[in-house]
């Protein structure tokens, strides 16, 4: 069943990167404009099952991480992310009966991300697919299909299909959740926290500038944040050509701190809310450390003990503050890519659609 057409606005000229992260006030306002009524369907059909699994690769699978959190602290349903390889390579894949598998691809030209839909299916599991082509393969082998508007992305790095993927997760956690008679998830101040975030593109360049032209880039965050720092790191290697470390800042903890030298630059990634405290408290000890801190926050306390930050102070739950502050950290990874001399327009070695089985 499709949702909704692919979005389609005549034929569209060639996109910059800049232009395509300035395009995701509007892509988001589309979502949530048009996206509730597919959302509904998607969420009365979730809230029969047990079990929730996501299928997905590069940018797409770190917002299924993101989505792991959203259904499981929203809604209220156990999810895991789908190890493909079982399906394509090894032929052992896990039982997805009485579950959902959704599947995650901007292009949904993945064939093994279509593969783990259609294993689900077969398994008699409610699918669904997240694509912004609902013409795609992954769409083909998906009962439901929620298109995500995102509009032709022509930059090789993903910017507002990879938002577009987690507005509309959020969107389906929220019905999942109502449907589930669980308190909803509001997505007030949203659109404006994230055209905040498309507007900090000078503050960008300023926390690139201080960063310099360091080889490793650590970034941090905690929780819901966690997702966006696995994104975060991945623009700044696609772009830059660095080495950007992403971890939990529990799992940093855990014996990755002892790598950190002095001088290094650390990107913390903090919100007000659960981790509040302990992002503050970190942000004093790496410096203590002698970590070179920056940090993309909407806590004025964790920007006063960084070196710098991009501070976005608009309002907003702090479930969906990944979202606005991954659209920052693109500005940032394309100015750390400047910086180097590189072109975040030409990546090296990457292309707009990757095939893995």
């Not at 926050?297 to 003990?305: G, K, L, P, S």
Request: some cysteine; proline content about 4%.
């Amino acid at each position: 069943m499709v949702l909704c057409r692919y979005y389609r606005s005549g034929i569209m000229p060639a996109m910059s990167l800049r232009s395509e992260i300035g395009e995701q006030s509007r892509v988001v306002r589309r979502l949530l404009d048009e996206g509730w009524p597919e959302a509904r369907v998607l969420g009365r059909a979730l809230a029969r099952v047990e079990h929730i699994t996501i299928a997905a690769r590069g940018s797409s699978d770190n917002a299924a991480t993101y989505g792991k959190y959203l259904f499981e602290s929203v809604a209220g349903v156990v999810t895991a992310l789908a190890a493909p390889s079982l399906v394509t390579r090894y032929d052992a894949p896990p039982s997805y009966a009485k579950g959902a598998v959704i599947g995650i691809s901007q292009s949904g030209a993945s064939p093994d991300v279509a593969a783990v839909v259609a294993a689900g299916r077969r398994d008699g599991a409610v699918t669904v697919a997240f694509t912004n082509r609902a013409a795609s393969s992954l769409a083909r082998n998906a009962q439901y299909v929620f298109a995500l508007r995102a509009g032709r992305e022509e930059a090789v790095a993903a910017t507002k299909t990879f938002t577009a993927t987690c507005v509309a997760l959020a969107l389906v956690a929220a019905t999942t959740a109502e449907a589930r008679g669980r308190s909803a998830l509001s997505m007030a101040g949203l659109s404006e926290a994230v055209t905040e975030a498309v507007a900090a593109e000078r503050d960008a360049e300023r926390l690139a500038k201080a960063i310099g032209r360091a080889p490793t880039i650590l970034v941090l965050g905690r929780g819901y944040l966690y997702p966006a720092a696995l994104e975060t790191a991945l623009k700044v290697k696609e772009l830059a050509r660095i080495w950007a470390e992403p971890y939990s800042s529990a799992d940093f903890a855990h014996g990755p701190q002892t790598l950190l030298r002095r001088g290094v630059p650390v990107l913390l990634l903090a919100s007000r809310g659960g981790a509040e405290a302990e992002s503050r408290a970190l942000a004093s000890s790496l410096a203590t450390k002698g970590a070179r801190v920056y940090a993309i926050t909407n806590d004025e306390r964790v920007a006063e003990h960084v070196r710098d930050a991009i501070l976005l102070p608009a309002p907003l739950s702090e479930t969906l503050v990944p979202i606005s502050f991954v659209v920052a950290a693109q500005h940032l990874a394309a100015a750390v890519a400047r910086r180097h001399g590189r072109d975040p327009e030409r990546p090296v070695g990457l292309s707009k659609v990757t095939r893995t089985c």
